[in-house]
């Protein structure tokens, strides 16, 4: 890669000269806070082309490839800076979504666009790694017409959005899935564009002799948090299976519970200490002994079981 292709790039990751930071922070807090703003709304309405719209606006993706770009060339001070730039910012972002979710009228079945977004999976970091080599490629290969795709493909502020409305409304486990979609898409990212940053010559060879440990410690890092992501998302996704197992088997209770009655369920939460169901019908519910009694059986020990009852109004013209 020639020196001006570099700096081409350099010039398009890195804003921390004087006079050129508080500009670009300024703009940087806009963007992701009207992205923030977007999604939050997007999401309570279960609306996926809105959350898209926040995707591309989100800002982001530049200081995750800055910091990719930083590891690469083993630049601690742009490295330290870019990531307290992140860290900071997507706080701030954070305590934005709550704030926006106490604003946000309640809903008594959480939108699928947010559920989406808080069960993360391997697969989910397959697609992050992959965004980020495509990020990092387009970047250095001048192809920036492919970074709203790559923008759309790995989210990062849906999720953190997700986490401050979930932490607002109690929901800590859905939180703590979206926290970690959140954290997978991160560090894939970094990890992957840097690869493609050494593979397409970014990094000159003076750099990599230079700073060769540095430069290799900070990439064994990289990839140390790839393997501890691996290992949070496998047993994430225990945890889903056995909860889904649950659910199955408290539904085919619920099941037998409601024969002959008007009784539609909602909803079926299994926690470790209790079960929550939610039906709606126009008359109240019949005794639930006979469901806490077999739903013990199916799930083979006690818990405490919750039901939320919508009385739902009918009329006929």
């Known amino acids: 890669m020639s020196r001006k292709d570099r700096q081409r790039i350099l010039d398009q990751l890195f804003f921390f000269g004087p006079g050129v930071?508080?500009?670009?922070?300024?703009r940087y807090l806009t963007l992701l806070f009207m992205s923030v703003t977007i999604a939050a709304f997007g999401l309570h309405a279960n609306a996926s082309a809105v959350?898209?719209?926040?995707?591309?606006?989100?800002?982001?993706?530049t200081s995750l490839l800055a910091t990719a770009a930083a590891i690469v060339m083993g630049w601690d001070t742009r490295l330290w800076k870019t990531l307290v730039l992140l860290?900071?910012?997507?706080?701030?972002?954070?305590?934005?979504?709550?704030v926006l979710g106490t604003l946000l009228p309640d809903r008594?079945?959480?939108?699928?666009e947010i559920l989406?977004?808080?069960?993360?999976?391997?697969?989910?970091?397959?697609?992050?790694?992959?965004?980020?080599l495509v990020g990092a490629y387009t970047l250095a290969r001048q192809e920036l017409s492919a970074l709203p795709g790559v923008a759309i493909a790995v989210a990062l502020v849906p999720p953190l959005t997700v986490v401050g409305l979930m932490?607002?409304?109690?929901?800590?486990?859905?939180?703590?899935?979206?926290?970690?979609?959140?954290?997978?898409?991160?560090?894939?990212?970094?990890?992957?564009?840097?690869?493609?940053?050494?593979?397409?010559g970014f990094t000159p060879r003076t750099v990599i002799q230079r700073s060769k440990r540095k430069i290799g410690a900070s990439l064994v890092g990289d990839l140390l948090g790839v393997a501890l992501i691996s290992v949070l998302l496998v047993?994430?996704?225990?945890?889903?299976?056995?909860?889904?197992?649950?659910?199955?088997?408290?539904?085919?209770?619920?099941?037998?519970?409601?024969?002959?009655?008007?009784?539609?369920?909602?909803?079926?939460?299994?926690?470790e200490e209790r079960v929550t169901i939610d039906v709606t019908s126009p008359l109240a519910p019949p005794s639930a002994n006979s469901l806490a009694e077999a739903v013990k059986a199916e799930l083979g020990e006690e818990r405490e079981l919750l039901i939320r009852w919508v009385q739902r109004s009918e009329q006929r013209i």
């Open 21 to 26: 930071f508080r500009p670009y922070l300024f």
């Open 51 to 61: 959350v898209i719209g926040a995707m591309l606006v989100a800002p982001l993706m």
């Open 87 to 98: 860290g900071s910012t997507s706080l701030a972002a954070l305590v934005l979504a709550i």
């Open 108 to 112: 008594l079945v959480i939108p699928s």
């Open 116 to 132: 989406a977004r808080t069960s993360p999976t391997l697969i989910d970091l397959c697609i992050a790694l992959a965004a980020g």
């Open 167 to 200: 932490l607002e409304q109690g929901q800590f486990i859905l939180a703590g899935g979206a926290l970690l979609l959140f954290g997978t898409n991160f560090v894939a990212i970094i990890v992957a564009a840097s690869g493609v940053f050494l593979v397409t």
């Open 235 to 271: 047993w994430h996704g225990i945890q889903e299976w056995d909860e889904a197992e649950a659910i199955d088997e408290t539904a085919e209770a619920v099941q037998v519970w409601l024969e002959d009655t008007d009784l539609e369920v909602v909803q079926i939460e299994v926690e």
